[in-house]
């Protein structure tokens, strides 16, 4: 019923910034909670960030300070802001969505942060 698309990935040196955009097919106006996952080469599948309705944020504590989740309710858009990138954050990152019944997801952005 929701496809999310990510965009804005890319080659980027430690250091760097990348900005992040996932895009929604339905309103996330009323969505409560919308959010970015990582996932590493042969590693686990790590949580980011999250934002809800309000507006509110929770971060992983590695990411604090650095990475910035938004929303933009008239663009059905999310996005995540990478600054003071390092090589460690090079990733797969995912766009998700909490429904009612199930999560979605999209198909992932390539992050990868040169030394």
């Known amino acids: 019923q929701v496809q999310l698309v990510e965009s804005g990935g890319g080659l980027v040196q430690a250091g760097g910034s990348l900005r992040l955009s996932c895009a929604a097919s339905r309103s996330i106006f009323s969505i409560n909670a919308m959010g970015w996952y990582r996932q590493a080469p042969g590693k686990q599948r790590e949580w980011v960030a999250t934002?809800?309705?309000?507006?509110?944020?929770n971060y992983a504590d590695s990411k604090r300070g650095r990475f910035t989740i938004s929303r933009d309710n008239a663009k059905n858009t999310v996005y995540l802001q990478m600054n003071s990138l390092k090589p460690e954050d090079t990733a797969v990152y995912y766009c998700?969505?909490?429904?009612?019944?199930?999560?979605?997801w999209g198909q992932g952005i390539q992050v990868t942060v040169s030394s």
């Open positions: 934002i809800t309705s309000g507006g509110n944020t």
């Open positions: 998700s969505l909490s429904g009612q019944t199930r999560d979605y």
